[in-house]
């Protein structure tokens, strides 16, 4: 819900401020608030090299992620982007099962997570379009982006969440993203502020505090605890709310049978991805 509704404050902000740029300082104020954070409990920031070197390729696999999106967002309609970015849970689980111990594909995971991306594809079926050469450049990107964010969790699942705090983790991925995420801000977004206002100001905090600090900070406590497969499968719910909080509650627009229909799917979805047949 927190991550859904994220989509609906960066749209009032983007009036303002350009997406990159808004992403890089989103990263900047969240790292330093767990910078902050850390001093306070006396963590460590880089307890060895090896760590330093694992989150650095998790801060840039994740600045990478937003470049793609931003640039796949020139080529092709946002809506079919956003549900071909949605294989990443695909991803995550298939990386799941030949990269880490005891977090294995299965029948019912596949059915769980082609049922609930189906709800996507309901949601989004009237904003789909249809497949032109002149598109295909985005969606292209959008899939690479849509693997990185897989590959990402299961990186750090693998390489840092047996081996650093949470706070740290999530450190490395801010604190290394943002200078990439401001680089390419300056390289294809010009302004990167026309104007400022009370609304942009309390989207930039919902997005830097609620989302990028805390709720972020809980994601790494769960992947530290959770398999993967199943933790990503429930990012399906983000698109979900992210048109029940743009759409609905700041639109104004009514609640459409797609919507119910996605929303049904992908809560099925996850029933399935979770199930554990009896011996």
């Known amino acids: 819900m927190v991550w859904g509704s994220n989509m609906a404050f960066v749209k009032l902000a983007s009036r303002d401020i350009a997406p990159l740029f808004m992403a890089g300082i989103r990263s900047m104020v969240a790292a330093i608030c767990l910078y902050i954070w850390m001093k306070a409990k006396g963590l460590t920031l880089f307890p060895s090299r090896i760590i330093i070197f694992h989150g650095v390729v998790a801060g840039l696999l994740f ?106 983790i999530l450190f490395y991925q801010l604190f290394f993203s943002a200078p990439f995420l401001f680089a390419l801000s300056l390289s294809f977004e010009d302004p990167v502020v026309s104007g400022f206002s009370l609304l942009t100001a309390f989207s930039l905090f919902y997005q830097c505090i609620i989302v990028a600090f805390l709720s972020y900070l809980a994601w790494f406590v769960l992947v530290s605890r959770y398999p993967v497969s199943l933790l990503h499968a429930f990012s399906f719910f983000t698109p979900v709310f992210g048109v029940i909080f743009s759409g609905i509650l700041i639109l104004g627009e009514a609640i459409s049978p797609n919507l119910i229909l996605a929303l049904i799917m992908v809560s099925l979805g996850m029933v399935l991805v979770n199930y554990r047949p009896s011996d």
């Open 63 to 168: 600045g990478t992620e937003f470049g793609f999106i931003f640039v796949g967002l020139q080529y092709t309609l946002a809506s079919r982007g956003y549900v071909i970015l949605y294989t990443a849970p695909f991803i995550a689980a298939l990386g799941a099962h030949f990269f880490l111990v005891e977090d294995r594909f299965n029948l019912w995971k596949a059915c769980g997570l082609m049922l609930a991306f189906g709800g996507l594809v309901v949601l989004f079926l009237k904003n789909l379009g249809t497949f032109s050469f002149e598109a295909f450049p985005g969606d292209l990107l959008f899939l690479i982006a849509g693997t990185m964010w897989g590959m990402t969790t299961v990186y750090i699942k693998k390489y840092l969440a047996q081996r650093a705090d949470p706070l740290q």
